[in-house]
């Protein structure tokens, strides 16, 4: 089968709020507690990955990622509860349309062309 695949991206007025590249960076963040780290690991630049955040904290209600500063020794990124739930029913929203899809996208993917 070939890489065929439902992307759920959210929207928020002329903004993608939350969709896959996101929901990555979200994920780094929590691994590295940093945003440029996250944004490193990803191949983005710190610009990148803070202009993702911060479109995200104002598509929300409240912060998806806080910061506190204080460079290398006490800087760093959280992900709030907010965003941990966020991330949690974006993650089942898409498990859900991959099962949704499954039969349709294996249908289509057989009438691309090789």
């Known amino acids: ?15 993608i ?6 929901a990555d960076l979200l994920d780094a ?29 104002q598509s ?3 912060p998806l990622v806080t910061t506190s500063k204080g460079g290398n020794q006490k800087g760093g990124a959280v992900v709030t509860d907010l965003g941990e ?3 949690l029913q974006y993650r089942e929203a898409q498990k859900m349309a991959d099962i949704a899809t499954a039969e ?10 090789k």
């Open 85 to 87: 739930t966020v991330l």
């Open 17 to 22: 709020a939350f969709g896959p590249g996101k």
């Open 60 to 62: 929300f209600k409240q």
């Open 29 to 57: 963040i929590k691994e590295y507690g940093s945003i440029s780290a996250a944004g490193r690991s990803m191949g983005m630049s710190y610009k990148r990955a803070w202009d993702l955040v911060q479109t995200m904290n």
């Open 104 to 113: 349709q996208l294996k249908i289509l993917s057989k009438l691309l062309s």
């Open 1 to 15: 089968m070939s890489n065929t695949s439902i992307k759920i991206r959210l929207h928020h007025h002329d903004n």
